[in-house]
T-cell receptor
């Protein structure tokens, strides 16, 4: 039972354009969502997060949008750069930072010149 | 920012031997640490949640006698893969929580190969 779903295994975007990565969840208990970037054979690196009391959080080129009614969140990267090429994982949790993270399957982003 | 150190980064061991992986929070105290496993091109699957001073909570399907977790201090958790077999070969990653506003910080991972 996948509680966090990333239905697009891969995404290819031209440098300078916008990258939009999507994530859906099923568990209404989730109240905190995170995005991580990961390279092969390395641990995930935190990018940005959002609490369920917000619908948008922005940090530089990264913006996360949350639509609670649709149980959907998305990560926007603008402008996309070749260095953004990696696997992006969406994760969800509840209870304010002490509970486990549930990860989606990941989306491989390729940003080409 | 919060830093989690994980060692070793890669290890090759013979089938039947045990391997210990360490996870340390360097600049914060982590009452809770998490151990994940990742197979190639797959997601991170939570194996267990480790709380300082108490027994770890294992996810369904994870053998607690095979994957021994010890969280003896607020800055150190260890995962021991006992009697390792080739099917245990995987990428193991730890994570530590610094509390509600500290987020979750991940170690750099350990590539285990059992031959």
């Amino acid at each position: 039972d996948q509680q966090v779903k990333q239905n697009s295994p891969s995404l290819s975007v031209q440098e300078g354009r916008i990258s939009i990565l999507n994530c859906d969840y099923t568990n209404s208990m989730f109240d905190y969502f995170l995005w991580y970037k990961k390279y092969p054979a390395e641990g995930p690196t935190f990018l940005i997060s959002i609490s369920s009391i917000k619908d948008k959080n922005e940090d530089g080129r990264f913006t996360v949008f949350l639509n609670k009614s649709a149980k959907h969140l998305s990560l926007h990267i603008v402008p996309s750069q070749p260095g953004d090429s990696a696997v992006y994982f969406c994760a969800a949790t509840w209870g304010g930072g002490y509970n486990k993270l549930i990860f989606g399957a990941g989306t491989r982003l390729a940003v080409h010149p | 920012g919060a830093v989690v150190s994980q060692h070793p980064s890669r290890v090759i061991c013979k089938s039947g031997t045990s391997v210990k992986i360490e996870c340390r929070s360097l600049d914060f105290q982590a009452t809770t640490m998490f151990w994940y496993r990742q197979f190639p091109k797959q997601s991170l699957m939570l194996m267990a949640t480790s709380n300082e001073g108490s027994k770890a909570t294992y996810e369904q399907g994870v053998e607690k006698d095979k994957f021994l977790i010890n969280h003896a201090s607020l800055t150190l958790s260890t995962l021991t893969v006992t009697s390792a077999h080739p099917e245990d070969s995987s990428f193991y990653i730890c994570s530590a929580s610094a509390g509600p506003k500290g987020g979750y910080t991940f170690g750099s991972g350990t590539r285990l190969t059992v031959v």
